[in-house]
């Protein structure tokens, strides 16, 4: 067993580790064997900036068999296989060299297992497997900052950027659902009806669906109209562009609302209905309603919508996740609706 250590400093200096561990078989060089001989190298980083890293591998010995595909299975267990597809990073490609590596995406403080494979292609696809290397990445992943009013947030890393983890809830003032503009900021607290935004962080109501009492500013934040939104984000901090909320849900792949979701039914209704949401991203995605056109606030624990910064004439983009759906949907709004704000981190 051999140990290898990885040191990374980003441009801030900041420290992150690389731990890897490698088991090689060395018998299986020293005799003859028919099946191939893959050996599967300690992973290299590609770009910790956007948690990425590079897997290597040599084909040592074909056996003497016409090898067609190969690939690196990825998984959060020891000696991951084809048999479970959301593990593995798959590259079929055509032999040019007995060298072959890929790039693999990862998360903070995860622990990966990674085994190269050749298959044959023929009849049967028969499949070899080389040797399982283990590595964990560790690093900094989430944080806190302040709000313009000194109240604390929580950020997590996402890929590339940074994003708020929670809903924005910084509240200058506030207004009843009836009282709106295209122009003029307006701040909104789902189902309150009032102009004391003291009254307003600590208004309380009955839920109809279940029953629960629910505090809306502390449990979903603040609902802005766009020019609310557009300057309530902390200095270092902007609405996200339509952009950037692509990037953001192509990062996650299928299923994109799933890893953006919170678990369980705290924040979202109908434990029948909510697709499967695994937070993997630790986003925190809830379900908090919007105050639409109809001047009434709708939605609560069924819809999470968030305003991009980008405009659709007299509307504005913005990005939906839904409970009964693991779809993200983008739609426009008009300019005096009241949704959520997530913030992204300028870049550094």
């Known amino acids: 067993m051999i140990n290898f250590e990885f040191v990374y400093y980003t441009k801030k200096m900041r420290k992150f580790s690389l731990i890897i ?5 060395v018998s299986s060089a020293c005799k003859k064997n028919s099946n191939p001989i893959i050996i599967t190298y300690p992973a290299t980083i590609s770009n910790l900036e956007v948690t990425t890293f590079s897997v290597h591998a040599f084909l040592a010995d074909n056996g003497g068999l016409e090898l067609n595909y190969r690939g690196f299975c990825v998984g959060s267990t ?21 060298q072959f590596s890929s790039v693999i995406r990862v998360q903070f403080d995860s622990t990966y297992h ?9 009849s049967g696809d028969s499949i070899f ?9 560790s690093g900094e992943y989430s ?19 940074t994003w708020m983890s929670e809903n924005l809830s910084y509240l200058p003032a506030v207004s009843g659902p009836k009282a709106g503009s295209d122009q003029v900021p307006f701040y909104y607290v789902y189902n309150y009806d009032g102009n004391n935004t003291a009254e307003a962080k600590t208004y309380t109501y009955t839920d109809s669906i279940s029953g629960n009492a629910i505090n809306p500013y502390n449990e979903y934040g603040v609902l802005y109209n766009w020019a609310a939104a557009k300057t309530a984000c902390p200095e270092g901090w902007h609405i996200p562009m339509d952009s950037e909320w692509q990037n953001l849900v192509r990062y996650n792949g299928p299923g994109a609302g ?6 369980g039914f705290n924040h979202w209704r109908d434990p029948e209905n909510l697709a499967a949401a695994s937070n993997n991203t630790r986003f925190n995605a809830v379900g908090g309603g919007i105050r639409d056109n109809i001047l009434e606030f709708i939605h609560i ?26 779809d993200c949907g983008r739609n426009y709004f008009n300019l005096n609706a009241g949704l959520s704000v997530r913030c992204i981190k300028d870049p550094e």
């Open 301 to 326: 624990r069924e819809n999470a919508a968030f305003w991009s910064a980008t405009s659709n004439g007299s509307s504005q983009w913005a990005w939906i996740l839904y409970y009964n759906s693991n």
């Open 129 to 137: 497997y080389g040797n399982d290397v283990a590595f964990t990445v």
């Open 21 to 25: 561990t490698i088991v090689l078989l």
């Open 78 to 98: 020891e000696n991951p296989t084809v048999a479970f597809p959301e593990n593995i990073e798959y590259s079929p490609t055509g032999f040019q060299s007995s």
């Open 114 to 122: 990674v085994r190269a494979f050749v298959k044959t292609g023929n």
């Open 143 to 161: 944080g806190e900052d302040t709000l313009k009013d000194g109240t604390v947030f929580h950020w997590v890393r996402i890929g590339d950027r």
């Open 258 to 263: 799933g890893n953006l979701k919170e678990m």
